[in-house]
């Protein structure tokens, strides 16, 4: 006997003959189970003194909800008496990467946006990258496919398995040649795109959503022991070519007396103007002992790192390129200026006025703070 489903939001009322039941006010039916199963082939112990059942299923051929360790983004138990059926309504935003490495500005950009609709990340390299709330897995894009209406795509060329919206994301600059490269052979699967930059979002004639911040980033949690007798300078990048380690080294060995570098990577060179900071975890607390911020990039589509010193108002050197010239234009310095232009300036940002620094912080929050989140998520399918 076909039995009615009442929606206890509107009252609407559906046959219900145990499929897939949503309202079409959203509202999610309480006894959810998968769509393609069928009927049950085997009972297993699944270790919570209920039972778990394996069934026929309509795509898999037969599943715990699929059966897949690889992939199963939703954390599907078929338990009779443990399952969260929440886990079976899809969800609405996934990520696609080319890799997610530690301590990247793809970690922060994945951490600033995830919230409880996000699905998965799949990975074409090995994710090294954990603890961000969601599952990050290498080469589970059927998953991601299945599980996901919106997915933003980093770096990854190859078409990805059809079902979702996929927008591809510039996070570069127009001096970003492999950004470049890598975004317009995905712009030829791809329907919609985003840069977080601008002007490159003007020139490809793409959406512009700026990078969200997460504050709590900024605040120290536990400061570093240094010699408090010195003024600092903190770089805190990738040691990677376009963000020019050795011109920052070099900076270091210039800078008056009284004064180091942070460097945020390995020791190179003995230096009593270099303190090596290895890989920071935690920016905040760096940052909660520096004095200015200086990048030396050659390329940077929006620069989280700067981001993060701006917000807890620490003044900004830095090349042409990033937000440091949005907010601090007068401490930009050309790549190929001497040496001693970039101390003049580092000395400069050091007598910044304070509640000035504070201001621009502001500026910036007010634009990269919890309504530019939202903005990510109002991506629709191009009509």
């Known amino acids: 006997m076909t039995q009615l489903w009442t929606c206890p939001k509107c009252n609407r009322s559906y046959p219900h003959t145990g499929g897939n039941i949503r309202c079409i006010c959203k509202e999610k039916v309480n006894n959810f189970v998968c769509r393609y199963r069928k009927s049950p082939i085997q009972n297993v112990d699944c270790g919570c003194n209920g039972t778990a059942v394996i069934y026929q299923c309509e795509k898999y051929n037969q599943c715990s909800i699929r059966k ?129 930059n601008p002007e490159v979002a003007k020139h490809y004639g793409v959406l512009w959503r700026p990078n969200p911040i997460d504050p709590l980033r900024c605040l120290a949690k536990n400061l570093p022991t240094i010699d408090r007798n010195y003024k600092y300078v903190l770089w805190n990048h990738r040691v990677a070519s376009e963000k020019r380690p050795d011109l920052a080294l070099q900076i270091a060995e210039a800078l008056p007396d009284g004064w180091k570098l942070i460097f945020s990577g390995e020791p190179r060179n003995e230096s009593p103007k270099v303190l090596y900071a290895g890989q920071i975890q935690n920016p905040g607390d760096w940052i909660g002992v520096s004095h200015v911020f200086l990048s030396t990039s050659d390329q940077e589509g929006f620069g989280y790192s700067m981001a993060e010193a701006i917000t807890a108002g620490v003044p900004v050197v830095s090349s042409p390129f990033g937000i440091g010239q949005d907010y601090y234009p007068e401490f930009v310095c050309g790549l190929h200026a001497p040496i001693e232009k970039w101390v003049e300036k580092i000395v400069q940002a050091y007598k910044f006025p304070f509640d000035e620094a504070i201001h621009r912080a502001e500026k910036l929050i007010r634009l990269h703070g919890i309504e530019c989140k939202k903005l990510w998520r109002e991506i629709k399918k191009p009509s």
């Not at 969260?84 to 696609?96: L, S, W």
């Not at 980093?154 to 591809?168: C, E, F, I, K, S």
């Not at 994301?169 to 127009?174: A, I, N, Q, W």
Request: hydrophobic share 40%; proline share 5%; charged share 25%.
């Open 68 to 196: 897949i360790p690889k992939g199963n983004f939703c954390n599907v138990k078929i338990c009779l008496d443990c399952d969260d059926r929440e886990h079976f309504q899809p969800k609405r935003i996934g990520f696609a990467l080319v890799g997610a490495n530690k301590v990247g500005g793809v970690e922060t950009w994945l951490k600033s946006l995830i919230d409880d609709d996000v699905s998965g990340v799949s990975t074409v390299d090995e994710p090294s990258i954990d603890d961000i709330g969601v599952p990050v897995i290498r080469d589970a894009f059927d998953e991601l496919a299945d599980n996901s209406e919106i997915v933003f795509v980093w770096g990854v060329t190859r078409p990805l398995p059809q079902g979702p919206l996929y927008v591809a994301v510039h996070h570069g600059d127009l001096n970003s040649s492999w950004a470049n490269s890598v975004f317009r052979a995905q712009s030829k699967w791809c329907k919609a795109g985003v840069a977080i």
